[in-house]
Structure formats: structure tokens, C-alpha cells
């Protein structure tokens, strides 16, 4: 019986090793509405638009504000390049409630307007809303749950 005990508690130690050590790592969708359509307002999902943030430092332009090269969210900015909106998703960089720092442009495109500049921090949050994370939270947790019982 306490063998049983032993393993459940592993087991549910390394399911929360495993999602904590996941936190570090964000996934984000990485595209524009320029080139590429299925990138618009209303994201054609693929996993070819998926990028690993980790992956990728912050953009020259912000480097200078983030001592930390490591992505703490995803974004979904909306760009007026003259005349025609455009929808930018990539990965965030810099502190999640400081928007306004972290969802600036280059500053070298002078022309280019940001109209709206959306932040989160769950993996592909930058995409179409979907109930398909809350499932797969939902369902792990009642797995884990009908373990440890």
C-alpha cells in the first residue's frame, strides 16, 4: 500500500516539475497580414506559423530596453502602414503590464502607426480565441486528479 502511495507522489510531482519547467518557454504564433493571408484578423491557424520564443531574441530596436533576452508573452499588434491595417503576431518581449514599451515599432518606419497592441502569456495566445487549451488544462487536471485517488 505504501508502494502505491510512493508512486502517485512522484508521479504527481513530476507532472508538476514538468509544467513549471514548461512556464520558461512560450510558444507563439510568428507572422503579418502582408505576407502571408491566413495571418489576418481572423488567424487560419497552422502549425508552420508556431514559433518557439526561446528561439529568438527581442527585435534591435528593443534591445536596449530589455536586459533579459528571454520572451515573457505573446502579441497581436494591429499596424496602419499608410492606408492599409495590417496584423502582426509575434512573440512579446519585456514586462507584460508595460505595453507601452514593449509594443512599440521600429522606430525607422516612420510612417507606420500602431493602432492596437494585445498581450498574453499562454502558448499560441496570439492566435483566434479556442477552448482547446482550457480542455487540455481541464482534462490533465481530472487525470491527475483520478491518480492520486
Known amino acids: 500500500m505504501k508502494m502505491v502511495s510512493s508512486v502517485k507522489l512522484i508521479l504527481a510531482f513530476t507532472v508538476l516539475a514538468t509544467l513549471a519547467c514548461r512556464g520558461y518557454a512560450i510558444k507563439c504564433y510568428q507572422c503579418d497580414s502582408l505576407t502571408n493571408s491566413k495571418c489576418g484578423k481572423d488567424l487560419k491557424s497552422n502549425d508552420d506559423l508556431i514559433l518557439d520564443c526561446t528561439r529568438i531574441a527581442p527585435p534591435r530596436f528593443l534591445q536596449n530596453f530589455f536586459p533579459v533576452h528571454n520572451a515573457t508573452g505573446c502579441m497581436k499588434q494591429t499596424i496602419d502602414v499608410p492606408g492599409n491595417p495590417q496584423i502582426v503576431r509575434s512573440c512579446y518581449f519585456g514586462d507584460i ?37 482550457i480542455a487540455g488544462v481541464i482534462l490533465l487536471f481530472f487525470g491527475v486528479a483520478c491518480l492520486l485517488a
Do not use: I, M
Open 97 to 133: 503590464n508595460d505595453k507601452k514599451t514593449g509594443c512599440q515599432t521600429d522606430t525607422s518606419l516612420t510612417t507606420n502607426k500602431l493602432l492596437s497592441c494585445e498581450v498574453c502569456t499562454k502558448d499560441e495566445c496570439n492566435g483566434s480565441s479556442s477552448l482547446a487549451p
